[in-house]
């Protein structure tokens, strides 16, 4: 099937530094991607929707200045967490789309401290 | 808006009991209705799904049928084994943007599975 990777898969980082989440589409080019995030014991939460060579497009209450999201090519969309704060760690989870069915990443977890 | 409820886990059987998780949602219109499992360590893979009421999805001995009257999708398997143990997340499209857009999950389930 379909492989999509997130690099890294994990990062500790200090407070106030930004963090870059790459989500990649190894075998198959994807024109959309998703990020999600991801508390302990709680829903993956869609936090944008990202189309290759747009603008990707927020959920409402998700920060577009804090989570940035850039969808170069058919096969990589990163995610930039600026700023990062501790109430930023989560894990965080990319999917892209194929086929009319989305394959989903391994997640990355993001630990700020 | 759309949500899904899908019971608390975690669900600890022993090999080869029989396996039911609980999904209900709510949604305006007719979404596709779908079951993800993910594995430690690994991604969220699509085991079943369903696109209208009464479809049967069916996967590895997983089944699960979309019940339009009860709001229901719930998953169930006659005999688990212990590589099914994994964290299982019940989930619904946007019926208004097609079977690969925007998705809402539940807060998943994990299943442990006993010798």
């Known amino acids: 099937g379909a492989v999509v990777s997130q690099h890294p898969s994990w990062v500790i980082c200090k407070s106030g530094t930004s963090v870059k989440i790459e989500c990649r589409s190894l075998?198959?080019?994807?024109?959309?991607m998703f990020w999600y995030r991801q508390f302990p014991k709680q829903s993956l939460m869609l936090m944008a929707t990202?189309?290759?060579?747009?603008?990707?497009?927020?959920e409402q209450g998700v920060e577009k200045d804090k989570f940035l999201i850039n969808h170069a090519s058919l096969t990589l969309s990163t995610l930039t967490v600026t700023s990062a704060h501790p109430e930023d760690s989560s894990f965080y989870i990319c999917?892209?789309?194929?086929?009319?069915?989305?394959?989903f990443g391994p997640g990355t977890r993001l630990t700020v401290l | 808006g759309n949500s899904v409820t899908q019971m608390e886990g975690p669900v600890t059987l022993s090999e080869e009991a029989f396996l039911t998780i609980n999904c209900t949602y709510t949604?305006?219109?007719?979404?596709?209705l779908f079951w993800y499992v993910q594995y430690p360590g690994e991604g969220l893979q699509l085991l079943l799904k369903?696109?209208?009421?009464?479809d049967k999805g069916s996967n590895k001995g997983f089944e699960a049928t979309y019940r339009k009257e009860t709001t229901s999708f719930h998953l169930e398997k006659g005999s688990v084994q212990v590589s099914d143990s994994a964290v299982y997340f019940c989930?619904?499209?946007?019926?208004?943007?097609?079977?690969?857009?925007?998705?809402?999950f539940g807060t998943g389930t994990r299943l442990q599975v006993t010798l």
């Open positions: 999917s892209a789309t194929a086929v009319r069915e989305q394959f």
């Open positions: 075998d198959f080019q994807a024109t959309t």
């Open positions: 990202s189309n290759e060579g747009s603008k990707a497009t927020y």
């Open positions: 949604a305006t219109g007719y979404p596709s």
């Open positions: 369903a696109t209208k009421a009464d």
């Open positions: 989930a619904l499209s946007d019926p208004n943007t097609g079977t690969a857009s925007k998705l809402t």
